[in-house]
């Protein structure tokens, strides 16, 4: 059997004489006649020669008798998971050293994935492929605990997990991570699964490890953009400074150099340099650039010309007295602004933004 052909592995079957068999050949038998049972399509008469040889409890027929016992549950469909899972991993313990220990080892594996058990199942798979490197079954099963992995981290399987267990395995068996695009993926899906739940330190060494080992020009550009989006929510605004000038590049597409500009922008503010600030925002146009020179003039200071700009950022044609509602940003932008004329000490600009708003502040 697995050498011969069917028929011919029966006809040496029928050649034996039972007579003459001690009780490990006996056993030894029943676990032959079980197989070729099971060759032949008969699994009931192959489970009920299995458990005969499983309760002669004979070593190394008991532990086959055993694993092939959930194979034929397995493909009849009468497997209990959990049940077929504890008694294999615990006859596992006991046979070592051989093919049939690969074999055991791949279809407890194969079982820890199907249950969720996923630290176990590439435990199992690593230890076995480490163990087996030449046994046969030792690529589907390395090819297994790879797409297993991927499952987790690129289809959103590992959400069901608490993020610091997610964390934690992907770090432990994070030598499984695919080349290319699809592992840098993987990572970005982690770690923006870490930042929905505020561990943004975890998010950013995440992305950092991307940066200094897996990426190069425009991409490593775009992911260092998204780590400094991260330092400066976690309030690092030099780290997020040091992270976008050391992935600076001559020729970026427009729109991702216009996002690292306004990042480098806000890193600045955060870090009191205003007058940088400013100057790197000078040539960056749009409603968030605008929103960054406010709170840079407020930082230093500047009140009136916070007013201004505010002013101007909802100016009539945005805003008049006949325009739509604003919203309640814009609202609160400009009672802003109202404020800043205060402090500047600008009556005619708190009475020329009275004239322009009022209208449209009592709508709300």
Sequence with gaps: ????????????????????????????????????????????????????????????????????????????????????????????????????????????????????????????????????????????????????????????????????????????????????????????????????????????????????????GAAQAQIAAELAVIDIANRKPDEALKVLNSTALAELPPSLERQRRILEGRALIDANRIDLALDILSSVSGRDADQLRVAANWSAKNYEKVGNLLEVMYGPSESGSSGPELSQAARMDLVRAAVAYALAGDRIGVSRLRGKFADAMAKG
Aim: proline letters at 4%.
């Design 1 to 216: 059997l697995g050498r011969l052909d069917d028929a011919t592995a029966e006809r040496l079957y029928r050649t034996i004489e039972f007579g003459n068999l001690d009780s490990d050949e006996v056993s030894e038998y029943q676990l032959l006649s079980g197989r070729l049972a099971e060759a032949e399509g008969r699994p009931d008469q192959a489970l009920d020669t299995y458990g005969q040889v499983i309760a002669a409890d004979v070593r190394p027929t008991r532990a086959e008798a055993v694993y092939r016992t959930i194979l034929v549950l397995d493909k009849t469909g009468r497997i209990d998971a959990a049940k077929a899972t504890k008694t294999l991993a615990a006859e596992a313990l006991l046979w070592r050293g051989d093919r049939l220990e690969a074999n055991m080892d791949k279809l407890l594996a194969d079982l820890y994935f199907r249950s969720g058990q996923y630290r176990l199942g590439f435990e199992t798979a690593k230890q076995t492929v480490e163990y087996f490197p030449s046994s046969p079954a030792m690529d589907a099963l390395s090819s297994e605990a790879q797409h297993e992995f991927e499952n987790l981290y690129l289809n959103g399987e590992a959400d069901r997990m608490p993020p610091v267990a997610a964390l934690a395995l992907y770090y432990d068996f994070r030598a499984l991570t695919p080349p290319g695009t699809s592992g840098d993926q993987m990572i970005r899906n982690l770690a923006e699964r870490l930042v929905k739940v505020d561990l943004l330190s975890q998010a950013a060494e995440l992305l950092k490890y991307q940066i200094d080992n897996r990426l190069k």
